[in-house]
Every structure is written in C-alpha cells, then in structure tokens.
C-alpha cells in the first residue's frame, strides 16, 4: 500500500518561502517519478512540479517557475518542493503524488494514482 503524506504547510507573507516535503512508503521510492499539485478554493487540481525517478529530469508549471525547486532524497524517500518569492495566488492546498509506472520519464496527469493528504500554503498579501 503505497502512502504519501505531506508536511511543511502554513502561513507566509508574500515574497516569503516555505519548504514542503512528501514522505512516501509502501514500495521502493527510488523507482517512480513523483509529482507535486495544488488546489485552491473554487478551483481545480493543477499540475506544480514534476521529479523523474532519478531526479535527472524536472519540470514545472509556467506560473512558479524560477520560483520554486522540486527535488527527492531516495535515501530518506522524500520529495521536496521548495517555494520562494512567494504570491497570494499561491494559496492552495497543496499535494505529492505518485503513480504506477516505474522509471518513467514523464507521467500524464492520469497516471498519477497515489495521493497524499494534502497541506495547506497560505500566503498573505
């Protein structure tokens, strides 16, 4: 059974930064790629960050890019999402995600299957 769970969440005024971290178990981390997504009131599920197994590939929504830094420990099995210069419009639920399919490349947003609980980011204006 593959778990995700979230930590690092809470309030930031803006231009300021937050770390998030996913704790993954159930399986051996190393092998999937993994994912990073948020949700804010009203609105739907989208896409933040992506990490490739091996973390050699990387890859980010147009709105945070230089903006915020995805990267995994496969030691610790975590995935990290580190978010600087932060804006309000970055108030979400945010979420780390994984899917089926070892050494992947690239996921579709369909493949991602496994979900962590989410953790809240709010950012004051």
């Known amino acids: 059974q593959v778990q995700l769970v979230e930590f690092g969440g809470g309030l930031v005024q803006a231009g300021g930064s937050l770390s998030l971290s996913c704790a993954a178990s159930?399986?051996?981390?190393?092998?999937?790629?993994m994912g990073w997504f948020r949700q804010a009131p009203g609105k739907e599920r989208e896409f933040v960050a992506f990490?490739?197994?091996?973390?050699?590939?990387?890859d980010y929504a147009d709105s945070v890019k230089g903006r915020f830094t995805i990267s995994r420990d496969n030691a610790k099995n975590t995935v990290s999402l580190q978010m600087n210069s932060l804006k309000p419009e970055d108030t979400a639920v945010y979420y780390c995600a994984t899917g089926a399919r070892p050494y992947g490349s690239t996921y579709s947003r369909s493949e991602y299957s496994y979900w962590g609980q989410g953790t809240q980011v709010t950012v004051s204006s």
């Open positions: 159930g399986r051996t981390f190393s092998a999937y790629a």
């Open positions: 990490i490739s197994w091996a973390g050699h590939i990387t």
